[in-house]
């Protein structure tokens, strides 16, 4: 079981750009969840998934983030025209539905976005 | 709505001495809680977690926890600190129905000292 796999690890853009994340839930997973983190701020949370469907985005900031999970193996998080208060570390998480297991996130490495 | 307050920012412990960090959380009925920790440039992982059940709970290298509902409270313990227990830890809460938020708070920065 390779975990919760986040690409890229690392990514720089200049301000105005866009910034695609990519996240692989653990197999079976069928609940997927987004945050980022600050040092000011700490952890947010952003949207989550379940079942590929958008259950709640209160933490998306409405105007340039947007999140899709157009199958049960990866989910994308976009940012249109970043800017450099959009620099964080960018958490995806996947837990089970059912089980005794259920509710426990795992976590994937991150991906460090740092707008120029 | 539930929440988690973690009321220590950062907490320093002597290496071997013991460890407690607080966690309160506000949700009607019986929550699941979690431990997390994160360890520099890493995501979280997860420390321990509780059922209704046992209101102690054991973890990975020596942690525990001890549920209390008359307090709210989630404390994480440890006997003897090491210093690769460096890191921030969040507690967390949960409805525990499956597929729903997880709240997490704002995590409490460990520092061991020589």
């Known amino acids: 079981n390779a975990g919760v796999i986040q690409t890229p690890r690392h990514k720089v853009t200049g301000k105005g750009q866009e910034a695609t994340l990519w996240c692989e839930p653990i197999?079976?997973?069928?609940?997927v969840f987004w945050y980022r983190q600050t040092i000011v701020q700490g952890l947010e949370f952003l949207t989550y998934f379940r079942n590929q469907a958008p259950i709640d985005d209160s933490g998306m900031p409405k105007e340039r983030f947007s999140a899709q999970m157009p199958n049960q193996s990866h989910s994308t998080l976009k940012i249109q025209s970043t800017q450099p208060q959009d620099s964080a570390v960018y958490l995806c998480?996947?837990?089970?539905?059912?089980?005794?297991?259920?509710?426990?996130?795992?976590f994937g490495p991150g991906t460090r976005l740092l707008v120029l | 709505a539930q929440s988690v307050t973690q009321p220590d920012a950062r907490v320093t412990v002597s290496e071997g001495a013991s460890l407690q960090l607080r966690c309160k959380y506000s949700?009607?009925?019986?929550?699941?809680l979690f431990w997390y920790v994160q360890y520099p440039r890493q995501g979280l992982q997860l420390l321990l977690k509780?059922?209704?059940?046992?209101?102690v709970v054991q973890g990975v290298n020596g942690f525990e926890a001890e549920f209390s509902k008359s307090n709210s409270s989630f404390h994480l313990r440890k006997a003897s600190v090491h210093w690769s227990d460096w890191a921030v830890y969040f507690c967390?809460?949960?409805?525990?129905?499956?597929?729903?938020?997880?709240?997490f708070g704002s995590g409490t920065r460990l520092l061991v000292s020589p």
């Open positions: 509780y059922y209704p059940g046992d209101p």
């Open positions: 197999s079976g997973h069928s609940a």
């Open positions: 967390a809460v949960s409805p525990g129905t499956g597929g729903y938020k997880v709240v």
């Open positions: 998480a996947s837990s089970r539905l059912g089980g005794r297991d259920q509710d426990t996130q795992y």
């Open positions: 949700y009607f009925g019986t929550p699941y």
